[in-house]
């Protein structure tokens, strides 16, 4: 820190509060914005933090102005939040910020207009960042992590402000996204469903009148929920919608997107190209694509065995692990080609002798009771029509379409 004067500190402190009560009385949000946007490490905001600790009595020079004075409740911690930002403490810093985010919303809520939207929404988003860094310096000193699910709490009270009728609702989804990413983070996305409720039955929210920006980052939260669920036509749909509406210069939201929705395509038999796999570094996602098309069961499993953490960890594993039989179907389907090249008049009968020796030829032992019992599953999930002739151990495949197409239904259905 470079050398400061009293008066030189003085003079910033002051500076900010002038900004700040001209930017309310003014209604200028774009000011507003940036004098409560601590992530962004501002010079401005930096210079103030070093003016408060060496100028130890800001609460005086608030109290003494009556411009100043009636914003006390949001400045005073808020100058206490900058300080301990400034020199790491996070977890102070955290508990400052939220008391001055709620004497905000106290301020918002008697606004008669939407002016300060957007600054409500920096307060949203840096209470989210803060609690998390607060909860890395609890988890460092093996205290327990408690300000993110705080943040939560403060954010579902924004949401009650703004959910109502008038200009105001439009900031009700980018509020809920926050409180998703929160949720996510913390493992209880259980918690969505009630704020999802409320956005979607709600007759006075039309989903169209939201920012573009925040009905992508809800449809791609919601339809993560989705495949959590093992819901994969409304996952299809919002995932969908989410790519198609993201802003297609941003890769990194659009890769995001594609780690969900690759998964669902696949398990409802629509496989992406390579080149989509390769644009967007989702190589992990290759193996299992030339696995279904191969009918290579052993493709499968290894390439879920190797990338197990990364496919754990986004919660995709399990809809990848139920590929297994459309891989069985693709196989069965190439057994069927080849007999039909041979001897046409004998292609919808297959040995399941001929099924075992094409699982041993890729390395896969099974016995002829094992494959059995996976037919009979493919048939009875209609990825294959036909029936089996127990005496003589041969499957009769139907005439007409032995191998029906997902067209866009997932299998379990």
Not at 60 to 76: E, H, P, T, V
Not at 204 to 217: A, L, N, Q, S
Not at 253 to 264: D, E, F, G, H
């Amino acid at each position: 820190m470079a050398y400061l004067s009293m008066g030189e500190a003085h003079r910033r402190i002051t500076d900010y509060l002038n900004r700040f009560s001209d930017a309310v009385f003014s209604q200028d949000v774009s000011s507003l914005k940036q004098l409560l946007s601590f992530s962004s490490n501002s010079p401005f905001l930096i210079s103030l933090a070093d003016a408060l600790n060496l100028f130890q009595d800001a609460n005086r020079l608030i109290k003494q102005s009556d411009k100043y004075s009636q914003f006390g409740d949001i400045i005073l911690p808020l100058f206490r939040s900058l300080q301990n930002y400034r020199t790491g403490s996070l977890v102070e810093s955290y508990q400052a910020f939220e008391k001055s985010a709620n004497a905000f919303i106290q301020e918002f809520r008697n606004w008669e207009s939407a002016w300060a939207l957007e600054a409500l929404y920096v307060l949203a988003y840096e209470i989210r960042v803060l609690a998390e860094r607060a909860d890395r310096e609890l988890a460092s000193t093996g205290k327990s992590p408690e300000k993110l699910k705080a943040a939560g709490s403060y954010l579902m009270k924004v949401f009650g402000v703004l959910a109502g009728k008038g200009a105001k609702r439009v900031g009700a989804l980018y509020v809920t996204c926050q409180l998703f990413k929160i949720y996510f983070k913390l493992g209880t996305v259980h918690l969505c469903r009630s704020v999802i409720r409320s956005i979607e039955t709600a007759r006075i929210f039309d989903f169209e009148e939201f920012p573009k920006r925040d009905k992508v980052t809800y449809m791609y939260y919601t339809g993560r929920l989705e495949v959590f669920n093992e819901n994969f036509p409304a996952a299809d749909q919002k995932l969908s919608y989410a790519l198609m509406h993201c802003n297609p210069q941003n890769g990194a939201n659009i890769r995001m997107i594609l780690k969900y929705l690759i998964p669902v395509k696949l398990s409802i038999g629509i496989l992406p190209k390579d080149s989509i796999l390769a644009k967007f570094n989702l190589v992990e996602y290759s193996n299992i694509v030339q696995a279904l098309r191969r009918g290579d069961l052993r493709l499968l499993r290894q390439a879920l065995q190797d990338h197990e953490d990364q496919f754990l960890r986004s919660g995709v594993y399990l809809v990848l692990e139920k590929l297994e039989l459309q891989v069985y179907q693709r196989l069965l389907k190439k057994i069927y080609i080849i007999q039909k090249q041979k001897d046409p008049s004998k292609a919808h009968q297959m040995k399941l002798e001929v099924i075992v020796k094409a699982l041993k030829w890729l390395e896969m032992d099974m016995d002829v009771d094992e494959v059995e019992c996976i037919v009979a599953i493919l048939i009875y999930k209609n990825l294959v029509k036909g029936y089996f002739a127990h005496k003589s151990k041969v499957v009769v495949l139907s005439k007409q379409d032995p191998f029906p197409r997902l067209n866009g239904k997932p299998v379990n259905s």
